[in-house]
Nanobody, 131 residues
Framework: QLQLVESGGGLVQPGGSLRLSCAAP????????IGWFRQAPGKEREGVSC????????YYSDSVKGRFTIARDKAKNTMYLHMNTLEPENTAVYYC????????????????????????WGQGTQVTVSS
C-alpha cells in the first residue's frame, strides 16, 4: 500500500516562500500522477496543482498560477510544491495525493485537480501564513 509523507509546512510571513515535499518510501513516485490539495478550516478540499506520471503535463488552480510550482526529483523519489508570494488566504493543511500511471493523453486539469481522482493520500502538513 502506497504511503505518502508530506513535510515542509510551517509558519511564514505574507510574501514569503515555502517548499513542501512528498515522499513515498519503498515506492517509485515517478510511476504515479501526483496532486497537491489544501483544506482550510470550514472549507472543502481544493486542488492546487497536479502533474502527470511522466512529468510532461502540469496544471494549477487559478488562485496559485504563477506563484506555485510543482516539481519532481526522480533521483530523490520526491515531489515538491514550491510556494512563493504566500498570502494569508493560503493558510491550510496541504496534502499530496497519488494515482497510478496516468498516460499524458488522459491527464487533464479538470479531472486531476479533483480529490476523488486520487487513490492514495498523505497525512497533510500545516501551512500558516501570518505576520
Amino acid at each position: 500500500q502506497l504511503q505518502l509523507v508530506e513535510s515542509g509546512g510551517g509558519l511564514v510571513q505574507p510574501g514569503g516562500s515555502l517548499r513542501l515535499s512528498c515522499a513515498a518510501p519503498g515506492f517509485t513516485l515517478a510511476t504515479y500522477a501526483i496532486g497537491w490539495f489544501r483544506q482550510a478550516p470550514g472549507k472543502e478540499r481544493e486542488g492546487v496543482s497536479c502533474i502527470s506520471s511522466s512529468g510532461a503535463k502540469a496544471y494549477y488552480s487559478d488562485s496559485v498560477k504563477g506563484r506555485f510550482t510543482i516539481a519532481r526529483d526522480k533521483a530523490k523519489n520526491t515531489m515538491y510544491l514550491h510556494m512563493n508570494t504566500l498570502e494569508p488566504e493560503n493558510t491550510a493543511v496541504y496534502y499530496c495525493a497519488a494515482v497510478f500511471q496516468v498516460t499524458d493523453s488522459l491527464f487533464t486539469g479538470s479531472y486531476y485537480l479533483v480529490a476523488k481522482s486520487y487513490d492514495f493520500w498523505g497525512q497533510g502538513t500545516q501551512v500558516t501564513v501570518s505576520s
